[in-house]
T-cell receptor, first 113, second 115 residues
Framework: GNSVTQMEGPVTLSEEAFLTINCTYT??????LFWYVQYPGEGLQLLLK?????DKGSNKGFEATYRKETTSFHLEKGSVQVSDSAVYFC????????????FGRGTSLIVHP | DGGITQSPKYLFRKEGQNVTLSCEQN?????MYWYRQDPGQGLRLIYY???????QKGDIAEGYSVSREKKESFPLTVTSAQKNPTAFYLC??????????????FGEGSWLTVV
């Protein structure tokens, strides 16, 4: 079946540091890949997505590239801010088997001033 | 504004009680979902529905029930059979269950605590 593996958190950074959160996936076909963000006490919201290999999703300074050869979709940001502190979820969705999204466990990011 | 409304935000359940969490969406989405979130375990799918009057069990459906009598509504009942219901519950929806690239839209969540 499908699965998503994210790096363990929490990730703790100082403001303006470079961020990478690793995400790898297992899928039987050609999934779409997503990053969602959850701020404390709230629901999840879409951060970015990519629907085919080599696509790059980007939003609010965050980027992730769909790498089919390494089955990865790592999240990056060049300079994090305190307001980026949240939990980040990698997810995939695939038609054919089931379209139901599969989520990773989430990675907590803490940014200090 | 379009979105997903969950209520109540906080709910306390006594042992042996059934409680119902409300989820309403005005996005005209076909598919709706319920997830449970526990610390360190990410999201686990409880039930989902692709169309009105149809729903399917997810990974952890035991002790839960749902209905989908209207397109915009997908309430979740946590029954007394659910032995460890304390968690954060998230309702979500997406426009077309047949397209893998669809964004999932989430409500603000409901906290359920057993007292």
């Amino acid at each position: 079946g499908n699965s998503v593996t994210q790096m363990e958190g929490p990730v703790t950074l100082s403001e303006e540091a470079f961020l990478t959160i690793n995400c790898t996936y297992t899928a039987t076909g050609y999934p779409s890949l997503f990053w969602y963000v959850q701020y404390p006490g709230e629901g999840l919201q879409l951060l970015l997505k990519a629907t085919k290999a080599d696509d790059k999703g980007s939003n609010k300074g965050f980027e992730a590239t769909y790498r089919k050869e390494t089955t990865s979709f790592h999240l990056e940001k060049g300079s994090v801010q305190v307001s980026d502190s949240a939990v980040y979820f990698c997810a995939l969705s695939e038609v054919g088997g089931s379209y139901i999204p599969t989520f990773g466990r989430g990675t907590s990011l803490i940014v200090h001033p | 504004d379009g979105g997903i409304t969950q209520s109540p935000k906080y709910l306390f359940r006594k042992e042996g009680q059934n409680v119902t969490l409300s989820c309403e969406q005005n996005l005209n989405h076909d598919a709706m979902y319920w997830y449970r979130q526990d610390p360190g375990q990410g999201l686990r799918l409880i039930y989902y529905s692709q169309i009105v009057n149809d729903f399917q069990k997810g990974d952890i459906a035991e002790g839960y029930s749902v209905s989908r009598e209207k397109k915009e509504s997908f309430p979740l009942t946590v029954t007394s059979a659910q032995k460890n219901p304390t968690a954060f519950y998230l309702c979500a929806s997406s426009i077309d269950p047949g397209y893998s690239g669809n964004t999932i839209y989430f409500g603000e969540g409901s906290w359920l605590t057993v007292v």
